[in-house]
């Protein structure tokens, strides 16, 4: 199986930006694609951006430009860096792994944005 542990949100003013980290462990070998989301209370989970081990990203249109999605392989690491900060970014930010064994996500961290 896969572990994911997220971290790196908190309180930005709008405008800012913030760098979450979304570590992997067990049989990361197994991970076909690391892929981050985000939700807001009441609201469904939203694709934000993906990355596979080559190397191939891609975005959701509503971040495109102000998100980059990164891997370290040394850490075990994808990371998201967030920038130019809106409050309609304010949710629980998640990371996936897809596997050929299932799907596995992390606990989520939180980002508010405020004005």
């Known amino acids: 199986q896969v572990q994911l542990v997220e971290s790196g949100g908190g309180l930005v003013q709008a405008g800012g930006s913030l760098r979450l980290s979304c570590v992997t462990s067990?049989?990361?070998?197994?991970?076909?694609?690391v892929g981050w989301y985000h939700q807001a209370p009441g609201k469904q989970r939203e694709f934000v951006a993906t990355?596979?081990?080559?190397?191939?990203?891609n975005y959701a249109d509503s971040v495109k430009g102000r998100f980059t999605i990164s891997r370290d392989d040394a850490k075990n690491t994808v990371s998201l860096e967030i920038n130019s900060l809106k409050p309609e970014d304010t949710a629980v930010y998640s990371c996936?792994?897809?596997?050929?064994?299932?799907?596995?996500w992390g606990q989520g961290t939180q980002v508010t944005v405020s004005s």
């Open positions: 996936s792994a897809v596997t050929d064994r299932g799907y596995y």
């Open positions: 067990g049989n990361i070998f197994s991970i076909k694609a």
């Open positions: 990355i596979t081990p080559d190397g191939r990203t």
